[in-house]
């Protein structure tokens, strides 16, 4: 049976005890030689003083160092998975220093806890994270709905009568005669051109309630962002603006259609060129990463203001002056890739200017 605590200190207490008579008997001995000391009464105050020493030694101890060491032993044993955990008594050793060995495993594990514990904190926000993505997409996707049933009766009922009203305004320039009030001949080319701009809104709200089923296939990614970069040179807005490339060698097919993709890459090209005002720097890289192709576009315009970055692709939303934009092209874009299975993000880069992100299936 291996020994407790308390039976180790109760042999210290013994010994303790007979230490102090050891000391009482050489103090002694000498008064006893002198016959200054009865020899029966000095072995009765020896034997009574070990007696007392050894009882008050070993209740002191007990009571202030065996039970609590006991408690410690039983608590490490607990959280360490048994008394089988906890090192071994030699021969010899004190139950102290078990104590301190149980007390450094019970430190050890405890370590190991707060470790497992941080972990699960750190899954725990992810998941938070990633709830909170997911319920912002279903809102989005859930208001896109709406506005595209909306857009669509919209888009009907305005498409008529503008037809009505482009074809009378072209029918009025024609029979103006030469002579003319030259203010009458302004006025219909600004009814011709209001028409115009209405009928491209009514177009791309039709493209918006109503997209076209995307032939979803193995493509190269660098067609469609030809294409698109042709698209975007001839316009004014891109004129000063200098597109550079990045494409990392040996980039797989990506699944998607190269029109509808192609749109898509025109729309943010447009964008960063409104948003640099005409002039300056963008950069199109592309890498493969996890069974997906990233593709990063980054402008050198001022980024977007932190308050319009959980709009950017909510339909109708711009931050461009009136008549020029319809705030359509970022939600179609967004509507295009979310059929695509892919996705599109919006952040600001640590340096200035806007960066936007699209992940595109890889094919395999």
Same mark, same amino acid.
């Given at each position: 049976?291996?020994?407790?605590?308390?039976?180790?200190?109760?042999?210290?207490?013994?010994?303790?005890?007979?230490?102090?008579?050891?000391?009482?008997?050489?103090?002694?001995?000498?008064?006893?030689?002198?016959?200054?000391?009865?020899?029966?009464?000095?072995?009765?105050?020896?034997?009574?003083?070990?007696?007392?020493?050894?009882?008050?030694?070993?209740?002191?101890?007990?009571?202030?160092?065996?039970?609590?060491?006991?408690?410690?032993?039983?608590?490490?044993?607990?959280?360490?998975?048994?008394?089988?955990? $906890?090192? *071994?008594?030699? +021969?010899?050793? /004190?139950? #102290? !220093? &078990?104590?301190?060995?149980?007390?450094? %495993? =019970?430190?050890? @594990?405890?370590?190991?806890?707060?470790?497992?514990?941080?972990?699960?904190?750190?899954?725990?926000?992810?998941?938070?994270?990633?709830?909170?993505?997911?319920?912002?997409?279903?809102?989005?996707?859930?208001?896109?709905?709406?506005?595209?049933?909306?857009?669509?009766?919209?888009?009907?009922?305005?498409?008529?009568?503008?037809?009505?009203?482009?074809?009378?305004?072209?029918?009025?320039?024609?029979?103006?005669?030469?002579?003319?009030?030259?203010?009458?001949?302004?006025?219909?080319?600004?009814?011709?051109?209001?028409?115009?701009?209405?009928?491209?809104?009514?177009?791309?709200?039709?493209?918006?309630?109503?997209?076209?089923?995307?032939?979803?296939?193995?493509?190269? $990614?660098? *067609?469609?962002? +030809?294409?698109? /970069?042709? #698209? !975007? &040179?001839?316009?004014?807005?891109?004129? %000063? =603006?200098?597109? @550079?490339?990045?494409?990392?060698?040996?980039?797989?097919?990506?699944?998607?259609?190269?029109?509808?993709?192609?749109?898509?890459?025109?729309?943010?090209?447009?964008?960063?060129?409104?948003?640099?005002?005409?002039?300056?720097?963008?950069?199109?890289?592309?890498?493969?990463?996890?069974?997906?192709?990233?593709?990063?576009?980054?402008?050198?315009?001022?980024?977007?203001?932190?308050?319009?970055?959980?709009?950017?692709?909510?339909?109708?939303?711009?931050?461009?002056?009136?008549?020029?934009?319809?705030?359509?092209?970022?939600?179609?874009?967004?509507?295009?890739?979310?059929?695509?299975?892919?996705?599109?993000?919006?952040?600001?880069?640590?340096?200035?200017?806007?960066?936007?992100?699209?992940?595109?299936?890889?094919?395999?």
């Amino acid at each position: 049976m291996r020994p407790g605590p308390r039976h180790l200190l109760l042999a210290t207490a013994a010994a303790i005890a007979a230490a102090s008579t050891a000391v009482l008997l050489l103090l002694g001995l000498p008064l006893l030689a002198a016959h200054r000391l009865d020899a029966e009464r000095y072995a009765l105050v020896v034997a009574l003083a070990a007696l007392a020493g050894l009882g008050v030694g070993a209740v002191l101890l007990v009571r202030l160092v065996a039970r609590p060491i006991d408690r410690l032993l039983a608590a490490a044993a607990r959280i360490g998975g048994g008394e089988g955990s $906890l090192p *071994p008594l030699g +021969e010899g050793e /004190l139950t #102290l !220093a &078990r104590a301190a060995v149980a007390f450094e %495993r =019970v430190a050890g @594990a405890l370590d190991e806890e707060r470790a497992r514990l941080a972990a699960k904190v750190a899954e725990l926000t992810a998941s938070n994270r990633a709830l909170a993505e997911a319920r912002e997409s279903l809102l989005r996707s859930e208001k896109l709905a709406t506005v595209g049933r909306l857009a669509a009766g919209l888009a009907h009922e305005v498409g008529n009568p503008l037809g009505a009203v482009a074809g009378y305004a072209e029918l009025a320039r024609k029979r103006v005669p030469p002579g003319a009030d030259p203010e009458l001949g302004d006025a219909l080319e600004r009814i011709a051109a209001a028409a115009a701009r209405i009928d491209r809104t009514v177009r791309d709200l039709l493209d918006f309630a109503r997209p076209a089923v995307p032939a979803i296939l193995p493509i190269d $990614l660098a *067609p469609a962002l +030809e294409a698109a /970069l042709r #698209l !975007a &040179r001839v316009q004014a807005r891109m004129k %000063r =603006v200098e597109v @550079a490339q990045a494409l990392a060698p040996g980039l797989p097919r990506v699944l998607a259609d190269e029109h509808q993709l192609a749109q898509v890459f025109l729309n943010l090209l447009l964008n960063a060129g409104d948003a640099m005002g005409g002039e300056g720097q963008v950069r199109i890289a592309a890498r493969a990463e996890g069974g997906q192709v990233v593709v990063e576009l980054a402008d050198t315009g001022p980024g977007i203001a932190a308050e319009d970055l959980p709009r950017i692709f909510d339909p109708f939303f711009t931050t461009k002056d009136p008549g020029k934009g319809t705030g359509l092209g970022l939600a179609i874009s967004h509507r295009i890739l979310e059929a695509l299975g892919g996705e599109i993000a919006a952040c600001n880069r640590p340096g200035g200017g806007a960066l936007f992100t699209v992940r595109l299936r890889a094919a395999p």
